[in-house]
Structure formats: C-alpha cells, structure tokens
T-cell receptor, first 110, second 116 residues
Framework: AQSVTQPDIHITVSEGASLELRCNYS??????LFWYVQSPGQGLQLLLK??????LVQGIKGFEAEFKRSQSSFNLRKPSVHWSDAAEYFC????????FGKGTMLLVSP | KAGVTQTPRYLIKTRGQQVTLSCSPI?????VSWYQQTPGQGLQFLFE???????NKGNFPGRFSGRQFSNSRSEMNVSTLELGDSALYLC???????????????FGPGTRLTVT
C-alpha cells in the first residue's frame, strides 16, 4: 500500500537555527512528492513539489527539499528558521490523489 | 488569480442531519478533490472529480457523496451525520488532465464541521 511517513510528531528549533523535517515514502514507483504547511485554522499551503529531474528542489519561504531514491526520503530543510515558520508541516505523495503523512508540528523557541 | 474558496467556513449540525459543503476551484482548474482532516486520522482523501465525473474515491462510507458542475465548482454532501464526522473538510483544485497524473493541488481554507 502507498504510504507517507513523518517520524517526528513535534520538533522544537531555536530561531535562527537550521531545520530538517523528515519524510519517507513507500510507493511502487517514485510518486510525485510535496510539502505543505498549515497554520492554525487555515488550509494547506504548497511549499514545494518534486515531479522528476533535479533531486534538490527549491520552494517558497526559503525552504528546500532533497529527494533521495535510495533512502525513499524527501526531507524538508531551511537554513535559518524564523518565528513565523511555526506551523504544522505535511509531506504528501501521489499522482492524482494525495496520501499525507501525519504531520510534524514545528515549534520555534526564541 | 483567486484561490480556492470554500463555503461555509464553519458549520454546526446535529446528529442525523445532512450537510452540503461547497468548493469553487481556481479558474481553469478542472479537478477538484476533497479531504477530511481530523486529529486522530489526519488528512484522508474522500474523492476527486474531473469534468463532472468522479474519478477517484477514498475509503469512506456511502453517506459521503459529491458532485461537480460544468463550471468545475463542486459540492460534497454528508447524510445522516455522526459525531465522528466532525472535522475540517478541505477542498483542493488542480490543473489536471483527462489522462495521466495531475499537477500540484491547491487547497482552500476548509469548512469546519461540528456535529453535536
């Protein structure tokens, strides 16, 4: 069965520190992969996507993600976190329908 | 370009009632998908519509149904509401094609349904 796993439920990062959120997928073939962010009471905002080609993809708000086929991973990174980045982050995979991970709640400490 | 809009934003219903939620996709997007988000189950796919036809369906009971109109606007209906139907219902649109995978999905703000 297709699945997306986010191993970390919560992560706390100091403002200005770097961030890496983990995502692993299990599909028969490489799916399209996405990262979304959700602020409280809001819908999902697309941060970045991977369809094919370059394994390092750039997104909005200074985020990037690296696709590693050998590890079935698609981790999200940001070099310097801002307090406004505190939100819940979802990794998703699929073609015409999306399978979501359970999400990682990012807390930013001053 | 206007984003995905959903109405109403908040809804309170009683067990046994039915509810209809509405979604207007981004202009030019022909695919509309619906997702249910709950704290326990996370984000789960309900169904996808393309050109007025249900193209994919998730693992939800028949009480959950939907439709899409010729202008790509979509509605979903839940009949005989149960307490467990309380959730945030999210609609997403994409510039899909008749065959092959879709492009990225853009989400609306959601409708918060509370069943009492």
């Amino acid at each position: 069965a297709q699945s997306v796993t986010q191993p970390d439920i919560h992560i706390t990062v100091s403002e200005g520190a770097s961030l890496e959120l983990r995502c692993n997928y299990s599909y028969g073939a490489t799916p399209y992969l996405f990262w979304y962010v959700q602020s409280p009471g809001q819908g999902l905002q697309l941060l970045l996507k991977y369809f094919s080609g370059d394994t390092l993809v750039q997104g909005i708000k200074g985020f990037e993600a690296e696709f590693k086929r050998s590890q079935s991973s698609f981790n999200l990174r940001k070099p310097s976190v801002h307090w406004s980045d505190a939100a819940e982050y979802f990794c998703a995979g699929g073609y015409s329908t999306l399978t979501f991970g359970k999400g990682t709640m990012l807390l930013v400490s001053p | 370009k206007a984003g995905v809009t959903q109405t109403p934003r908040y809804l309170i219903k009683t067990r046994g009632q039915q509810v209809t939620l509405s979604c207007s996709p981004i202009s030019g997007h022909r695919s509309v998908s619906w997702y249910q988000q709950t704290p326990g189950q996370g984000l789960q796919f309900l169904f996808e519509y393309f050109s007025e036809t249900q193209r994919n369906k998730g693992n939800f009971p028949g009480r959950f149904s939907g439709r899409q109109f010729s202008n790509s606007r979509s509605e979903m209906n839940v009949s005989t509401l149960e307490l467990g139907d309380s959730a945030l219902y999210l609609c997403a649109s994409s510039r899909a094609f008749r065959t092959g995978p879709s492009s990225e999905q853009y989400f609306g703000p959601g409708t918060r349904l509370t069943v009492t």
